[in-house]
């Protein structure tokens, strides 16, 4: 079975992808979409992308492809980050029939943030679903059961390190200790 990760750089698609490398004997492709935004998040995922890949080549090989989407240009076109993710997600998997899943990294806790996050995961599978046209691949979720603690349990610490999860960084890239995601991080 070939399964492809959704691959941002953050802490879920990270664990996301250890736990197919670890858990299965799938051949694993990373996606990195690299989304330009008014957020300014892209250089220092792009960073987090790389590190992260050469740590999980470590564990077992897989490949790494990217492709990039403008969202201050394209955000009427898609509304939320996930139905870009599930729109490029349905077109790799059109591109490479081999593909069985496509694994996205969300979580118990994302569900739990709210009916918006439920409603936008619930488009973003249907997005996914009509836009990979006549792919086998199904749209699946391989952490959907742990909360952020068991993720940050889960995800051995060299591979956490790696991580980025700052919406709004400095100019350097280093996190900006101030968004809810880098509270979450507890940075």
């Known amino acids: 079975m070939n399964s492809l990760i959704m691959f941002s750089g953050g802490i879920d698609s990270a664990l996301s992808a250890y736990k197919e490398l670890t858990q299965t ?66 077109q790799v998997c059109v591109n490479d029939r081999s593909i069985q899943r496509a694994i996205v990294g969300t979580n118990l806790s994302d569900v739990l943030r709210g009916q918006d996050v439920i409603q936008r995961g619930a488009i973003a599978e249907q997005i996914f679903d009509i836009a990979k046209l006549d792919s086998k691949a199904i749209w699946t979720r391989n952490i959907f059961e742990l909360n952020d603690e068991q993720i940050k349990e889960e995800l051995p610490e060299e591979l956490y390190n790696l991580t980025h999860s700052c919406r709004t960084p400095r100019r350097d890239h280093s996190p900006c200790h101030r968004c809810k995601t880098c509270k979450q991080k507890n940075l």
């Open 25 to 90: 004997n799938n051949a694993v492709q990373l996606h990195h979409i690299r989304m330009i935004n008014k957020e300014n998040r892209h250089t220092a995922e792009d960073i987090a992308v790389r590190n992260l890949f050469d740590a999980l080549q470590r564990i077992r090989p897989c490949r790494l492809t990217k492709s990039t989407w403008d969202a201050c240009k394209e955000s009427r076109f898609m509304s939320a980050d996930m139905h870009i993710v599930a729109f490029t997600a349905a």
